[in-house]
């Protein structure tokens, strides 16, 4: 059975900074690519960012740009998403997320992903 658990959200000022973690199980980690997405209300879920497998290769989306950093540690069978300099606009429900599939162009689209974490809450207070 595949599992992906998230944490590390919260309630943060902006200008501030959170390391989100997903721990995976039932997959082999070191050869999924992973991502995080985020949903805010009213608005459609969106990639935040991806890496491949080995980490060789990582996406993220242009309004995180410079802010977030994605990385794996496969021994842990975790993936994190470090962001700072956090911006009310930033507020979400963020969800780990698994692809079977090799890392190609279709990595950046919701798709590709076959698993879903239950999704952490990050709020960014002005």
């Known amino acids: 059975q595949v599992q992906l658990v998230e944490s590390g959200g919260g309630l943060v000022q902006a200008g501030g900074s959170l390391r989100l973690s997903c721990a995976a199980s039932?997959?082999?980690?070191?050869?999924?690519?992973m991502a995080w997405f985020r949903h805010a209300p009213g608005k459609e879920r969106d990639l935040v960012a991806a890496?491949?497998?080995?980490?060789?290769?990582?996406y993220r989306s242009d309004s995180v740009w410079g802010r977030f950093t994605i990385s794996r540690d496969n021994a842990k069978n975790t993936v994190y998403l470090q962001m700072n300099s956090l911006k009310p606009e930033d507020t979400a429900v963020y969800y780990c997320?698994?692809?079977?599939?090799?890392?190609?162009?279709?990595?950046?689209?919701?798709?590709?992903?076959?698993?879903w974490g239950q999704g952490t809450q990050v709020t960014v207070s002005s």
């Open positions: 890496i491949s497998g080995t980490g060789d290769h990582t």
């Open positions: 039932g997959i082999t980690f070191s050869s999924s690519v």
């Open positions: 997320a698994a692809s079977r599939r090799d890392w190609n162009s279709a990595s950046i689209t919701v798709s590709a992903y076959d698993y």
